[in-house]
């Protein structure tokens, strides 16, 4: 197998939870075997490739993700997240959260939610008053 082939391998099993691939002789990878032989005129024109032969230590995790820490996926991690970010209460704390962020499924989260958080806040509701304040107060309407 060319380095080449066995770099792409490695990064499509970095971020999948496929455990085989099928890779032509012009290069493309697919996880469909059907699909490979589709792409060829010869079934010897089809390499197999299996996760453990491209990554040595196999970190998949007790789930099946690729992640032998936690058992998540970075798809995975990605989507819980966002969905942190979702239920976040202020803008400060969004923006603390997106610092360094990659992925746009969470930079997506965080922008709507503090659309949400200002829209909330230009009609005067609960949560961030865009003046740094969460907007708790008394119940005489009086800020804490």
Same mark, same amino acid.
């Given at each position: 197998?060319?380095?080449?082939?066995?770099?792409?391998? !490695?990064?499509?099993?970095?971020n999948?939870? *496929?455990?085989?691939?099928?890779?032509n002789?012009?290069?493309?990878?697919? *996880? #469909?075997?059907? %699909? @490979?032989?589709?792409?060829?005129?010869?079934?010897?024109?089809?390499?197999?490739?299996?996760?453990? #032969?491209?990554?040595?230590?196999?970190? !998949?995790?007790s789930?099946?993700?690729?992640?032998?820490?936690?058992?998540?996926?970075?798809?995975?991690?990605?989507?819980?997240r966002? $969905?942190?970010?979702?239920?976040?209460?202020?803008?400060?704390a969004?923006?603390? @959260? %997106? $610092?360094?962020? *990659?992925?746009?499924?969470?930079?997506?989260?965080?922008?709507?939610?503090?659309k949400?958080?200002? $829209? %909330?806040? #230009?009609?005067?509701?609960?949560?961030?008053?865009?003046?740094? *304040?969460?907007?708790?107060?008394?119940?005489?309407?009086?800020?804490?």
């Open positions: 197998m060319k380095k080449e082939i066995k770099d792409r391998a !490695k990064r499509i099993f970095e999948s939870d *496929t455990d085989l691939l099928y890779v002789k012009k290069g493309s990878f697919f *996880t #469909s075997k059907n %699909l @490979a032989l589709n792409s060829v005129d010869k079934v010897e024109d089809i390499e197999e490739i299996k996760r453990e #032969s491209v990554l040595k230590t196999n970190p !998949k995790g789930n099946g993700s690729n992640d032998g820490k936690d058992g998540l996926t970075p798809m995975q991690k990605a989507k819980s966002a $969905e942190a970010i979702a239920k976040m209460d202020t803008i400060e969004i923006e603390k @959260a %997106l $610092e360094g962020e *990659t992925a746009n499924s969470v930079k997506k989260a965080g922008a709507e939610r503090i949400a958080l200002k $829209e %909330l806040a #230009s009609k005067g509701g609960a949560g961030n008053n865009g003046d740094g *304040t969460d907007g708790a107060g008394d119940n005489n309407g009086n800020k804490a």
